[in-house]
C-alpha cells in the first residue's frame, strides 16, 4: 500500500512533514483533510470514535501515524538522505518544542483575526464549504471559534505576539547567521523554517490575499527581517534537493 499522508494544505503542521518527506524522496500519496466533512472517515481509519485528532496524519501498512515528528522519523527510516540522524534527535526535538510554541501562539493571532474579516474567513474555506455562501461562511466561523477554544489561552493578540517574540529572538541568537541551525541541513531548519508560517508566509504557502494578511505580523516581520531572509533560504535549498 503506498503510504497516505492526511493534511490540512494551509497548515505548517502539515506542511512541514510535507516539505521533509518530498526532499527525503519518500512516495506518497496526499489526501487534504476537510475539517468536519473529513473527520469521519479519519476516525474510521484511525479506529478512534472519540477524542481530538490533529493533521497530519501518516496511513501506511502499519499503525496510523498521527504526529508530524513521528511522520517524519518513519520518513528517515526509509531514505538514503535521512533529516534526523540518531545524533541529532535530541537538537532537532529541542527544536521542534521552539517551532512549536511559535507556532502555538501564532494560531492563535490568527485565527483571531481571520475570524474578524469574512475575505480571509471566506478565503480559508476548503472550495466545497466556500461553495455554501452565508453557510460555508457560519461552518468557518464555527470552525475557528473551536480553534480558538482547542488552542486559545484567553489572552490577546499582544501577550501573543510577545510570546511569538522570544521565540523568534532564541531561534535568532542559536542561528548566529548560519545557514543551518546544527551542522548540517536537517528537519531542525524545515521546522524552524515552517514556524515562521504566521510571522510572515513563504511566497509558496496557499494561502489568499486576505488570508494572508492576516497570518502575517508585519511588525514582528520587520523586526525578525534577517530571520525570515534565512527561512527564505531554506525553502530555496528544499527545492533544490527535491531536483537532485
Ligand atoms: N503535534 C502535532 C500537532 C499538529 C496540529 O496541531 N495540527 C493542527 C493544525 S491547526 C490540527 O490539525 N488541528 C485540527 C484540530 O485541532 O481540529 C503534529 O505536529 O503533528
Redesign the pocket.
Known amino acids: 500500500m503506498t503510504a497516505t499522508l492526511v493534511s490540512?494544505p494551509s497548515?505548517p503542521?502539515s506542511i512541514r512533514a510535507k516539505l521533509a518527506l518530498d526532499v527525503m524522496g519518500i512516495e506518497l500519496s496526499v489526501v487534504t483533510y476537510v475539517?468536519t466533512l473529513s473527520t469521519p472517515w479519519l476516525r474510521w481509519k484511525l479506529r478512534r470514535p472519540v477524542g481530538?485528532?490533529?493533521?497530519?496524519v501518516l496511513l501506511w501498512d502499519g499503525p496510523p501515524l498521527?504526529?508530524?515528528?513521528d511522520i517524519v522519523r518513519w520518513g528517515c527510516e526509509r531514505s538514503e538522505c535521512p533529516l534526523i540522524e540518531p545524533d541529532t534527535l535530541g537538537a532537532v526535538t529541542h527544536w521542534a518544542a521552539v517551532a512549536e510554541r511559535l507556532l502555538a501562539a501564532g494560531?492563535i493571532r490568527t485565527t483571531h483575526r481571520v475570524l474578524g474579516d469574512p475575505k480571509a474567513l471566506g478565503e480559508s474555506l476548503p472550495p466545497a464549504v466556500r461553495q455554501l455562501g452565508v453557510l460555508g461562511l457560519a461552518a468557518g466561523r464555527r470552525e475557528a471559534k473551536r480553534?480558538l477554544r482547542?488552542y486559545g489561552d484567553g489572552s490577546g493578540a499582544a501577550a501573543q505576539a510577545a510570546r511569538m517574540r522570544a521565540e523568534l529572538r532564541v531561534i535568532t541568537e542559536a542561528l548566529g547567521g548560519r545557514a543551518t541551525m546544527l551542522e548540517g541541513f536537517s528537519y531542525a531548519d524545515i521546522v524552524l523554517a515552517t514556524a515562521l508560517s504566521f510571522v510572515k508566509p513563504h511566497s509558496s504557502h496557499p494561502l489568499g490575499p486576505a488570508a494572508r494578511v492576516c497570518w502575517s505580523a508585519d511588525e514582528l516581520a520587520e523586526e525578525f527581517v534577517e530571520l525570515v531572509a534565512w527561512r527564505d533560504q531554506v525553502y530555496a535549498e528544499l527545492e533544490r534537493r527535491r531536483w537532485r
Open positions: 490540512i497548515s503542521w475539517p481530538p485528532l490533529t493533521l497530519p498521527t504526529d508530524s515528528m494560531r480553534l482547542k
